[in-house]
């Protein structure tokens, strides 16, 4: 394939992303690993392409169709000939492979090519558009979105990661140029050449750091940032895009940036920390990157030296594995893995004041070390559990010291966490209850218990009894006397030995005594004769109403009532009996004899 005077064909976006990576994982003492875990999806990347027909850059195209990358990813100069517009070039690369998404490069404003005509880079966007159903978040700038300034998160749902595309410093981005536009590129950069500096605070700077802070506020596991120029260069390119972005991607720990421009992008050399080098300086708000700090180490690389490509990243939930693809025989492969943190553990307890015979739930919580982690509980009082979370409840009220040791899953030897924390264990609350007749009579003795339940034992009790005689006295029962009608209340306390005290009380209604049931009745005429009816009336007293009267005449014959009639057939003396019967079941009875005559 035919290369620019001074440009290469289809490379690798990934020497600057190595080189941050290393720098990161040199601070951080991060090894990088090369096992993989199960993939989430894959995309691939590159940017300093040229012809699409023919060589390397028709062979990269036709590896990157059978590749399976979900999709890719431009960094910028696509085309580095002045007849090749945006949209020929976009129709070219679909042809093969459709899922391309883009950023802007120096040679595709027009900043360095001398293209002629109106927004060039314009027809880039419109052949390359947006292919992913993921959302696309603008910029600060209106009107200058996708291909420029935007960010997305894939997958579309769950996303795992975000991918942010910026400018810094790419002259004409904007389109203000309409004519010869290379001219611009020694302007400074502002609104009125079509460039983004990115200063520090300036209104880009600040978005694409709220990009990335808000996608590690929602929880996205990994941010991509890609852009066309560099800042660590292994070429001749210095850091085009300004000390400022670039500390600050670093500070916030980025954990891809994907960059172009330089033409030099494999590894040729493993590079170290320099030991000359006096530190890393800071200001107020992030570690400032040195380039004197990281040197040659003088060893070679793990790879072997050939043509150009692009780079594949396969990404899961914990890692990002990269394999390069080229024309030649170069490879080389390498991985970025999370950190592993010192194994830590905590736990709470759940109600924070428990009490004697309560359900205790311990909550643990794991972090670092090697998942997945298990669980063991000693409880202070003899007892242990296993899991989480575990409940447990205690006999005794008292302080216990439960330790939570946690083991993770690391080999050969797993890593342990011992926490220990006090747990005090109160009695139960102290509670009363007062028992007794709610009715009785004046003059009699009424008797009521108190039973005492909780806190700690032994109990004292004290009574209270307003109207009664006696009105006061202890112990678990009380006895007293009212001697008038009326609604009265008996009241107790309990003190416990830890001097808790509770109250309780028993209401009484007071009547004064029933008097007795009696029964009389009259009969009228006082001296009946055969045949003709005998009037009998009873009457009652005492007992409670209301009353029932049966009658027993004395000659086999009965009634009921209050008052009936009666006839008897036969001179004679006959005793007539009257049972009363009252409302609770009492019974009194009177008798007299009647004479029957004849004149």
């Known amino acids: ?145 996708y291909g420029k300034e935007y960010y997305f998160d894939y997958p579309s749902v769950n996303p795992i990661a975000r991918f942010i595309m910026i400018s810094p410093r790419v002259f004409n981005v904007t389109g203000v140029c309409t004519t010869t536009c290379n001219a611009v590129a020694k302007s400074p950069c502002n609104d009125t050449t079509g460039c983004w500096p990115y200063n520090k605070n300036d209104t880009h700077y600040n978005w694409t750091a709220s990009a990335v802070d808000s996608a590690r506020t929602t929880g996205i596991k990994w941010v991509v940032v890609g852009m066309h120029k560099v800042c660590i260069s292994a070429g001749a390119e210095s850091c085009n895009i300004g000390t400022n972005l ?71 939930t914990d890692r990002i594995d990269i394999q390069t693809d080229f024309a030649g025989t170069y490879q080389d492969s390498f991985s970025v893995v999370s950190p592993t943190t010192s194994l830590s553990a905590s736990f709470t307890y759940s109600p924070a004041s428990p009490t004697i015979g309560a359900q205790v739930t311990f909550t643990a919580t794991a972090s670092g070390g090697t998942s997945p982690y298990s669980f063991d509980w000693n409880f202070g009082d003899n007892s242990t559990a296993q899991g989480n979370p575990v409940s447990h409840s205690y006999t005794k009220a008292g302080s216990y010291n439960v330790a939570l040791t946690v083991r993770d899953s690391a080999a050969p030897t797993p890593n342990t966490q011992t926490m220990t924390n006090p747990v005090s264990v109160s009695p139960t609350p102290l509670s009363l209850s007062v028992s007794g007749p709610s009715t009785a009579t004046t003059g009699s003795p009424v008797a009521f218990t108190a039973t005492a339940s909780g806190g700690t034992a032994p109990y004292t009790f004290a009574w209270t009894a307003t109207g009664g005689s006696p009105s006061s006295g202890g112990g678990s029962s009380f006895t007293t006397t009212f001697n008038a009608a009326g609604t009265f209340v008996v009241s107790a306390t309990v003190t416990d030995a830890n001097s808790q005290t509770s109250n309780a009380s028993q209401q009484i209604a007071i009547s004064a005594p029933i008097p007795p049931l009696s029964a009389s009745f009259t009969y009228s005429p006082s001296s009946p004769l055969p045949v003709l009816p005998v009037t009998f009336t009873g009457s009652a007293t005492g007992g409670t109403q209301p009353y029932s009267f049966t009658w027993d005449f004395g000659d086999g014959s009965t009634a009921t009532g209050q008052s009936v009639d009666h006839s008897y057939l036969l001179p004679g003396a006959y005793t007539v009996t009257l049972t009363v019967t009252d409302a609770g079941g009492q019974t009194a009875k009177a008798y007299q004899t009647v004479t029957v005559t004849i004149l």
């Open 1 to 145: 394939m035919p290369r620019s005077p001074h440009r290469t064909r289809m490379r690798l976006a990934a020497l600057v992303f190595s080189l941050t990576l290393l720098l990161v994982m040199t601070t951080l003492g991060i090894i990088p690993r090369a096992s993989s875990t199960t993939t989430a999806f894959s995309f691939a990347s590159a940017g300093d392409t040229s012809t699409l027909t023919a060589g390397d850059g028709l062979n990269s195209l036709n590896r990157l169709a059978g590749s399976r990358a979900d999709f890719f990813l431009g960094v910028g100069d696509y085309s580095y000939q002045s007849s090749m517009t945006g949209d020929v070039w976009c129709s070219q690369f679909k042809a093969k492979y459709s899922n391309i998404e883009i950023g802007p490069g120096n040679h595709d404003t027009g900043e360095t090519n001398d293209t002629s005509g109106t927004r060039s880079y314009e027809r880039y966007v419109a052949g390359c558009s947006f292919t992913l159903s993921s959302q696309v978040v603008c910029g600060p700038v209106a009107g200058q979105c």
């Open 246 to 316: 670039f500390n600050m991607l670093v500070a916030k720990k980025v954990d891809l940036i994907l960059q172009g421009h330089d033409h030099t992008y494999e590894r040729s050399k493993q590079l170290a920390f320099n030991s000359a080098c006096t530190g890393f300086t800071t200001n107020s708000s992030y570690v400032l990157y040195n380039s004197s700090c990281v040197v040659d180490d003088g060893s070679r690389g793990f790879y072997t030296a050939g043509g150009h490509g692009f780079l594949k990243y396969a990404v899961s």
